[in-house]
């Protein structure tokens, strides 16, 4: 018995080649859509609806999560956040393929994180071929302002990525990495962590 061919959708989250325009994409963006424009005009005080949305919207989501609107989003289904997951305002997810975030991550303002690719050559891209990698990023990580996270990109556990930095390759755990392209500019620390509660007389837990 013959396999059946891959779907639209499975090329996709698989990292094929895909067509976007598909009917079922058309749809699943489609449905996205509606969900982030209720979202993202929501009055202030509605957190609970808010919230409900972002759980109807995602893949997985665990208890305490915040994303502060507006956010944007082409599927959603492919996005799973891990416990106590924080987005600052404007955060950009092209979930083509799937973008699988760890606990404790705060994400400020101005963030896009990028599965999707175009060809390189215009006749493919004329025929709107395009293709999408994994985005991971690890537990205890904090993206600073205006970041911009490249298709394929693995971002270790408790590293921090500095303002403005474009992300092209993996960022190992533990570090502190910065620029355009992005690169490790020193490691954090248990000592850095001791220095910072004896200065600011901060207790530590």
Partial sequence: METPPLTEKEKM???????????????????ARELIYEFNRLPPKSFKQRKSIIKQLFGHTETMFYVEPPFNCDYGYNISIGQNFYANFNLTILDCAPVNIGDNVFIAPNVSLFTAGHPMH?????????????????????????????????????????????VTKDIPENVFAAGNPCRVIRTITDEEKDFYYKQQAIPSF
């Fill in 13 to 31: 989250i698989a990292g094929l080649p895909y067509h976007p325009f598909d009917k079922q994409l058309s749809a699943d963006r489609l449905k």
């Fill in 122 to 166: 215009h006749h493919l891209r004329n025929q709107q071929v395009e293709w999408a990698q994994p985005i991971t990023i690890g537990h205890n990580v904090w993206i600073c302002g205006n970041v911009c996270i490249n298709p394929g990109v693995t971002i270790g556990s408790g590293s921090v990525i500095g303002t403005g930095s474009i």
